[in-house]
């Protein structure tokens, strides 16, 4: 009797599991997510480690790019996967600083963690930080170093300079090469208000072969695959752009043809092709001298395509062929009826096929009199997996000019504002009366994550790293940074450590959804776990569980 009292009603049905209390819950989702952190820790910073993931499909990646790694892994814990959504929004909204904020949400759950065992309650641990965030935030603004104005995107050397930055935590040493392919691209389409500026509009082309240093950017477009016809090279070209086939019209329904004698089967031969080839003429006098299509050319339109001298392309992605359609500013036509008016003509200075490595790619380009929507940066490396991460290292830079053309605002980078941090809100919470005083602080040491991790990727005494910079920022110098070239410390906007900043809008939005994410794991007291769906488990050796496929 008292054994079946103690067991108590039973709420759920056999086979589900339920966790309760700061141990079981609270404790275990700290730790998951501190095992997630610690994972991408290593990859923080320029002299960061790669990860080699073989995802569900088996396809490698071998990179230090956290935002890659969370998108590649299958994560089942459920508070590891509200850190992987919490990056995923990063990655959507501003495009860098992921792998920040993935370290700093496992140290801010492991100081809370420690406050836990001295005897917070989770609700005061929240307080905490929740009025520490808000303090971060003034903070933030108090640092600014400078701000970039309209001026500045008209220069590409202001923008290399933000853009190295981003890269360098992904591709070291080359940081300089890839920032400059980056912002001659952006400067290349900035509108007149770099607040619209678009990452569509700078499209990324990778070439194997060759060395990263052959890499270009084109004032245009590059279309990875070689013309349909003889056509090579067309100069100062109007283009018309199709999404169907450029081919003899067939009938929505079967139909049925009577041919009586051979003379009634040339004259129906002849007939179609008459038809093609005055459409075909009717086109190329209108002015066309390119074309592309979305679906298929034919055999006797190719025909007639060369015979009036029009380079043909066939371009099956519908984002490709849009692309194409704002480079050029013609409009996009379902299918090709014969003469096209000028005002649904495109115009290229100079269209014609190009030799890189071992493929023949199609370059749509505008001369430098010639405004463009969209520029190009074709990428060469001697294998896919440089080319893949030298991808990822571009498209964080073209991120980061989005983002600069929304807020113009930067920090010192290199650790420095982050120590800045740290010290003023420990400053502050030394001022706060009650249990919340603690909970400050420890948002305020969690800062310290960001330079002792990048003195320990570089194999530095992270301990004394991080005490030089509290003496140096106790006397003012608020720029002064981990220097991972000299092995010490210096300032992060001087020319000798490379001018390194980070952008305002990256800092704190990554900072604002770390907090969030830490507060959310806090708040949960209880984890209520449904029986997995399907049959019982089968025997290993004789093949596993079908649903497993």
Same mark, same amino acid.
């Given at each position: 009797m008292i054994g079946n009292m103690r067991a108590g009603p039973s709420l759920f049905k056999s086979g589900a599991r339920h966790l309760s209390g700061v141990e079981q819950a609270i404790v275990r989702n700290i730790e998951a997510v501190k095992s997630l952190a610690k994972m991408t820790r290593t990859s923080l910073g320029p002299n960061g480690m790669n990860k080699m993931v073989i995802n569900h499909i088996e396809k490698l990646f071998v990179t230090s790019d956290a935002a890659t790694i969370m998108s590649e892994m299958e994560i089942a814990d459920p508070a590891a996967k509200m850190v992987v959504l919490a990056a995923e929004m990063q990655q959507q909204e501003i495009g860098d600083g992921i792998n920040f904020l993935i370290v700093f949400t496992g140290e801010l759950l492991n100081k809370a963690g420690e406050l836990l065992y001295m005897g917070l309650h989770p609700n005061e641990i929240i307080s905490g930080f929740s009025l520490a965030l808000q303090k971060a935030n003034e903070f933030l603004e108090q640092i600014v170093l400078g701000e970039v104005d309209k001026a500045g995107f008209n220069d590409v050397k202001v923008l290399q300079s933000i853009v190295r930055t981003a890269i360098m935590s992904k591709q070291n040493g080359n940081e300089d090469l890839l920032a400059g392919l980056v912002a001659k691209a952006c400067h290349t389409v900035m509108p007149k208000n770099p607040f619209n !500026?678009?990452?569509?509009?700078?499209?990324?082309?990778?070439?194997?072969?060759?060395?990263?240093?052959?890499?270009?950017?084109?004032?245009?477009?590059?279309?990875?695959r070689p013309p349909t016809g003889q056509v090579r090279k067309v100069k100062d070209a109007k283009i018309a752009i199709f999404t169907e086939s450029i081919d003899a019209a067939q009938t929505d329904t079967k139909g049925t043809v009577l041919l009586e004698s051979a003379a009634d089967l040339l004259s129906y031969n002849e007939g179609e092709e008459k038809h093609m080839e005055k459409? @075909?003429?009717?086109?190329?006098?209108? #002015?066309?001298? +390119?074309?592309?299509? #979305?679906?298929?050319?034919?055999?006797m339109a190719q025909h007639f395509l060369d015979k009036n001298g029009i380079l043909s392309v066939k371009i099956p992605s519908k984002f490709e062929? $849009? $692309?194409?359609?704002?480079?050029?500013?013609?409009?996009?036509?379902?299918? @090709?009826k014969g003469a096209v008016h000028p005002d649904d003509?495109? !115009? !290229?200075?100079n269209v014609y096929t190009?030799?890189?490595g071992d493929q023949r790619v199609i370059v749509f380009e505008q001369d430098?009199?010639?405004?463009?929507?969209?520029?190009? @940066?074709?990428l060469r490396a001697p294998t896919y997996n440089i080319l893949n991460d030298l991808e990822r290292?571009?498209?964080? #830079?073209?991120?980061?000019?989005?983002?600069?053309? $929304?807020?113009? $605002?930067y920090l010192a980078g290199a650790g420095a504002s982050e120590i800045e941090l740290a010290r003023r809100i420990g400053e502050f919470g030394e001022k706060r009366k009650g249990l919340e005083q603690y909970a400050v602080k420890a948002f305020g040491e969690a800062f310290e994550v960001v330079p002792r991790t990048l003195a320990e990727n570089t194999g530095l005494d992270e301990m004394e790293i991080v005490s030089k910079l509290y003496a140096a920022h106790e006397k003012g110098n608020i720029n +002064?940074?981990?220097? @991972?070239?000299?092995?010490?410390?210096?300032?992060?906007t001087s020319e000798e450590l490379g001018n390194i900043r980070d952008l305002l809008a990256v800092k704190a939005n990554a900072i604002k959804l770390a907090t969030d994410v830490a507060i959310t794991v806090l708040r949960v007291d209880h984890i209520m776990m449904s029986k997995p769906a399907g049959g019982p488990r089968m025997d290993a050796r004789r093949g596993g569980h079908w649903d497993d496929d």
């Amino acid at each position: 009797m008292i054994g079946n009292m103690r067991a108590g009603p039973s709420l759920f049905k056999s086979g589900a599991r339920h966790l309760s209390g700061v141990e079981q819950a609270i404790v275990r989702n700290i730790e998951a997510v501190k095992s997630l952190a610690k994972m991408t820790r290593t990859s923080l910073g320029p002299n960061g480690m790669n990860k080699m993931v073989i995802n569900h499909i088996e396809k490698l990646f071998v990179t230090s790019d956290a935002a890659t790694i969370m998108s590649e892994m299958e994560i089942a814990d459920p508070a590891a996967k509200m850190v992987v959504l919490a990056a995923e929004m990063q990655q959507q909204e501003i495009g860098d600083g992921i792998n920040f904020l993935i370290v700093f949400t496992g140290e801010l759950l492991n100081k809370a963690g420690e406050l836990l065992y001295m005897g917070l309650h989770p609700n005061e641990i929240i307080s905490g930080f929740s009025l520490a965030l808000q303090k971060a935030n003034e903070f933030l603004e108090q640092i600014v170093l400078g701000e970039v104005d309209k001026a500045g995107f008209n220069d590409v050397k202001v923008l290399q300079s933000i853009v190295r930055t981003a890269i360098m935590s992904k591709q070291n040493g080359n940081e300089d090469l890839l920032a400059g392919l980056v912002a001659k691209a952006c400067h290349t389409v900035m509108p007149k208000n770099p607040f619209n !500026f678009s990452v569509d509009n700078v499209r990324i082309v990778k070439v194997l072969g060759s060395s990263m240093h052959k890499s270009e950017v084109v004032r245009g477009m590059v279309v990875n695959r070689p013309p349909t016809g003889q056509v090579r090279k067309v100069k100062d070209a109007k283009i018309a752009i199709f999404t169907e086939s450029i081919d003899a019209a067939q009938t929505d329904t079967k139909g049925t043809v009577l041919l009586e004698s051979a003379a009634d089967l040339l004259s129906y031969n002849e007939g179609e092709e008459k038809h093609m080839e005055k459409m @075909i003429k009717s086109l190329a006098d209108s #002015g066309v001298r +390119v074309v592309a299509s #979305g679906s298929t050319i034919g055999e006797m339109a190719q025909h007639f395509l060369d015979k009036n001298g029009i380079l043909s392309v066939k371009i099956p992605s519908k984002f490709e062929l $849009r $692309r194409l359609a704002r480079a050029s500013g013609a409009k996009m036509l379902v299918n @090709i009826k014969g003469a096209v008016h000028p005002d649904d003509q495109g !115009f !290229f200075s100079n269209v014609y096929t190009r030799e890189v490595g071992d493929q023949r790619v199609i370059v749509f380009e505008q001369d430098e009199k010639d405004s463009t929507q969209i520029a190009t @940066i074709m990428l060469r490396a001697p294998t896919y997996n440089i080319l893949n991460d030298l991808e990822r290292a571009c498209n964080h #830079g073209v991120n980061t000019c989005r983002m600069l053309g $929304r807020d113009g $605002r930067y920090l010192a980078g290199a650790g420095a504002s982050e120590i800045e941090l740290a010290r003023r809100i420990g400053e502050f919470g030394e001022k706060r009366k009650g249990l919340e005083q603690y909970a400050v602080k420890a948002f305020g040491e969690a800062f310290e994550v960001v330079p002792r991790t990048l003195a320990e990727n570089t194999g530095l005494d992270e301990m004394e790293i991080v005490s030089k910079l509290y003496a140096a920022h106790e006397k003012g110098n608020i720029n +002064v940074g981990v220097d @991972i070239l000299g092995e010490t410390i210096g300032d992060a906007t001087s020319e000798e450590l490379g001018n390194i900043r980070d952008l305002l809008a990256v800092k704190a939005n990554a900072i604002k959804l770390a907090t969030d994410v830490a507060i959310t794991v806090l708040r949960v007291d209880h984890i209520m776990m449904s029986k997995p769906a399907g049959g019982p488990r089968m025997d290993a050796r004789r093949g596993g569980h079908w649903d497993d496929d």
